[in-house]
């Protein structure tokens, strides 16, 4: 441990100038807590230019402490001090904590305090925002720099694996559902580094570590088996029992002319299905969550894929109707078969209301269980109400904000919707989230005026579930 502080001690007096610029970025990140309205800790927006800029200083620090005693290679001068891999080890990771990690913990600490949430509250949740933060934001320059000779190499490695990230981890809505994958396949990922980072101090293999980082970096990339994000995103349900009966049973109606959608790539020809859902429970919404449109004829069948989807949901045992789509490779492989059947695989979330909580519509702010501070406030200078509301460290949970005035309104309680931080955990490097509405001035005006009520229906998720619907003898959809 006596070598380890002393070269630690060594770094911080070489590394002055780069360690003064990460505690500066990070005294403008707190700065941004004691500004006013509109709410800049938000994970979404405000800090967006910051974050960044705080992510580039700590990665031109951690690879500047790593390079002092290049790993690659034989020729290094630290071989023949000799330094004990293990205290060079150490020395650096007491860089990481103690001039990233737990400032970062301060900051979280100091803005929350600003913004007058609770700190002490919520200290068991600033810690394990460490960890994850630790885990994107010093691991990977951390491990990247351990296999590299140099800053230009380091770089080098950065600007593709931006390119990766860029090209394949953030699909479009409707592409191939990907996020529950990316959930699973990121922890492996981290776990990879760490064992390359392990493995270079210990033995310095580097092209060995060099392969098990580029595999850690292309892993969430790799394409998953089709269905399996919902088998794995079951666990993460209440799953009453009484959602195993929950079915969507199909209204088998004569054939229609197919809907021609237009689009940029291609011409879909749909065949709407509908259906009622049968055993639900009263109070229950279903939500489904990514559809695959299939079609069999004989032995051909076609399929559409999974497909994100979001935009309805239905309360128990009303009916709706789903849309089963090809494109004109799927028309084209089914032609000349008869008859076709329509399936749509659905991915289905079963929601339920918790209690419903009510407050006063009032100037004063007031907290919400689960959900965090709130307050309705007036905003420019022509004074538009609107509810602002700011959480602490967890996401708040989702549901809905009603009005129970005569004049009833209802606002979502945003969420962000990509699920790779766990336990609800914030991600980013803000411990606050914040949103306000705006678009009801004149309800709020009204409620403030004759004394109504605001309530908070914030909903849990108690089963995820795969349901299919069918109709049959669609012979219109082959090739005219």
């Known amino acids: 441990m006596t070598q380890a502080i002393h070269i630690f001690r060594k770094d911080v007096r070489r590394m002055w100038p780069q360690i003064a610029l990460v505690m500066l970025a990070i005294g403008y990140f707190i700065s941004l807590a004691f500004k006013t ?6 994970p979404l927006s405000g800090t967006s230019l910051i974050e960044p800029l705080i992510g580039a200083t700590v990665w031109f620090l951690i690879a500047g402490v790593v390079h002092e005693e290049s790993l690659p290679g034989d020729n290094e001068f630290w071989l023949t001090r000799p330094y004990s891999r293990e205290s060079l080890l150490a020395a650096k990771v007491m860089m990481a904590v103690f001039v990233v990690a737990v400032p970062l913990f301060v900051a979280d600490g100091v803005m929350l305090w600003a913004v007058k949430l609770p700190v002490a509250e919520n200290f068991g949740g600033l810690v394990l925002r460490q960890l994850i933060t630790s885990a994107w934001l010093i ?3 951390f491990a990247i720099a351990s296999v590299t000779g140099s800053l230009t190499q380091d770089l080098m490695a950065w600007l593709v ?12 809505p409707s592409a191939a559902l990907r996020v529950a994958y990316e959930k699973y396949a990121i922890p492996v990922a981290v776990v990879m580094l760490l064992i390359a980072v392990w493995r270079q101090y210990g033995h310095r293999s580097t092209w060995p570590n060099r392969a098990l980082i580029a595999a850690a970096v292309l892993l ?38 197919p809907e021609e959608l237009g689009f940029a790539t ?5 065949v709407p299905i509908a259906f009622a859902v ?8 279903i939500e489904p969550l990514a559809e695959k449109s299939v079609f069999r004829a004989g032995d051909k069948h076609w399929s559409s894929g999974w497909r994100r989807v979001t935009g309805w949901s239905l309360i128990a045992a009303q009916k709706g109707s789903v849309n089963a789509c090809a494109d004109s490779s799927g028309v084209k492989a089914l032609a000349g ?5 329509a399936h749509v695989e659905l991915a289905l979330a079963v929601i339920a209301d918790n209690a419903v909580t009510s407050f006063p519509v009032q100037l004063q702010p007031f907290d919400v269980p689960s959900v965090g501070r709130c307050q309705f406030k007036t905003f420019g200078w022509h004074e538009s109400y609107g509810l602002q509301c700011e959480s602490a460290v967890w996401y708040p949970a989702p549901g809905n904000v009603v009005s129970t005035t005569e004049d009833v309104w209802m606002s979502p309680i945003l969420k962000f919707d990509y699920p790779w931080v766990p336990l ?31 309530e908070f229906r914030t909903e849990k998720r108690i089963a995820l579930l795969e349901r299919e619907v069918a109709v049959g003898d669609v012979r219109f959809l082959v090739a005219q």
Do not use: K
């Open 37 to 42: 309205y509109p709410v800049v800790l938000t």
């Open 220 to 257: 969430p990339a790799f394409p998953f088996p089709q269905g399996a994000s919902f088998a794995m995103e079951r666990v993460l349900a209440t799953q009453d029992p009484a959602a195993a009966n929950v079915a969507l049973a199909a209204n088998v109606t004569s054939a229609q002319e």
């Open 337 to 341: 078969s008869a008859p076709v059947s």
């Open 266 to 270: 291609s011409q879909m020809h749909c």
């Open 139 to 141: 691991l990977p320059p």
């Open 278 to 285: 049968v055993g639900a429970q009263p109070g229950w919404r």
């Open 424 to 454: 609800n955990l914030l991600p980013g490097l803000s411990p606050v989230y914040g949103w306000t509405t705006l678009e009801f001035d004149a309800q709020i005006r009204a409620a403030l005026a004759n004394g109504g009520r605001v």
């Open 161 to 172: 694996g931006i390119a990766i990230v860029a090209a394949a981890y953030f699909p479009e």
